[in-house]
């Protein structure tokens, strides 16, 4: 999606006689950051066509299996998502893009959770960046309203426990989901010591992906990466404590993810957390993934009530200010 992004921002610099031109001459190519399948879509949209390639993405989302009535009923219970990337770390898309799929998905909320300056490969936010990201994120809110982006931040959980933020940024936005991204293969005494500082933490709203594991390697098909295992620590402690200190468990819905195994989210419910089905989304299309981690809510026997984003927002701020 990333290429066409980049091919309508060099189109939309052309002036109506210049892309007729390049239309003409067959020379959209040439210009950089225009690719073949790009161009065949710019010509076909130009024309008032529907573009092949998106009649062949219409089709073939229509074979997709729908969610089972119960599942859907889950889902359709969500009001928001509270774990998605924009272009500001890892993400492939503006802010704004990420907002306008959501509110076509019917979400009320989104939480904006780019990641913490340590995770460098991510791009993560130094605390200046994120305090220019909130001065964006209110002038959108303006805009957007009533839809509302709930300023955020996917924080490391740093080895001592600590998080990756200052007290004084993290004090001022509406969600922070810890998530452990390093040491993974560390000892289950060093890795639930860890998280259970994190979570013991005020600042902790949600604790994200808490295994780490990958079920499917992200470069798996080209064979440069196999599943990852999971971290191993006590996970009877880490979510008693989760009950104790008021923090939602998350519900990864990456297909890569599905973190927590079902046997921990299973123990999870049994335990009596709350969680956050979120996405992990970077693209605006994975933001309906909540399909997934709905599916394995309703396998796990999750009350939808114990859901916090099935909450209207205030009620959610009002649960994590406190």
């Known amino acids: 999606m990333q290429a066409f992004r980049t091919a309508a921002t060099v189109v939309d610099g052309l002036s109506d006689d210049q892309l007729d031109l390049k239309i003409r001459t067959n020379t959209l190519k040439d210009l950089k950051g225009v690719g073949p399948k790009?161009?065949?879509?710019?010509?076909?949209?130009?024309?008032?066509?529907?573009?092949?390639?998106?009649?062949?993405?219409?089709?073939?989302?229509?074979?997709?299996?729908?969610?089972?009535?119960?599942?859907?009923?889950f889902r359709a219970a969500l009001k928001g998502d509270l774990h998605l990337h924009s272009d500001w770390s890892d993400g492939g898309s503006p802010i704004r893009e990420m907002a306008e799929a959501a509110m076509a998905l019917g979400h009320e909320y989104i939480a904006l959770t780019d990641h913490s300056p340590r995770l460098t490969v991510a791009n993560g936010l130094s605390a200046a960046r994120l305090e220019q990201q909130l001065d964006v994120v209110a002038a959108l809110n303006e805009e957007l309203a009533p839809f509302r982006i709930l300023t955020g931040i996917e924080c490391d959980i740093n080895v001592d426990g600590s998080l990756d933020q200052t007290d004084?940024?993290?004090?001022?936005?509406?969600?922070?989901?810890?998530?452990?991204?390093?040491?993974?293969?560390?000892?289950?005494?060093?890795?639930?010591?860890?998280?259970?500082?994190a979570v013991a933490n005020p600042h902790t709203d949600v604790l994200g992906h808490c295994t780490g594991r990958l079920v499917i390697g992200r470069r798996q098909r080209n064979g440069t990466q196999r599943p990852r295992p999971e971290s191993t620590f006590d996970a009877e402690a880490v979510f008693r404590a989760c009950v104790e200190q008021g923090t939602a468990v998350e519900i990864n819905s990456r297909p890569e993810r599905l973190d927590p195994p079902r046997r921990l989210l299973t123990l999870a419910v049994e335990t009596g957390c709350e969680f956050a089905i979120d996405t992990d989304a970077h693209a605006p299309g994975q933001l309906d993934w909540q399909g997934n981690g709905c599916e394995r809510a309703v396998e796990c026997g999750v009350p939808v009530e114990r859901v916090v984003n099935t909450w209207a927002a205030e009620r959610l701020l009002s649960w994590t200010g406190a």
């Open 38 to 73: 790009t161009a065949a879509v710019v010509v076909q949209a130009h024309k008032g066509q529907v573009p092949e390639y998106l009649t062949k993405l219409e089709e073939d989302l229509a074979e997709l299996v729908p969610l089972a009535d119960d599942v859907a009923e």
């Open 168 to 197: 004084e940024l993290l004090g001022r936005l509406d969600v922070v989901v810890a998530s452990v991204h390093s040491d993974l293969r560390a000892d289950s005494s060093a890795m639930t010591a860890r998280m259970l500082a």
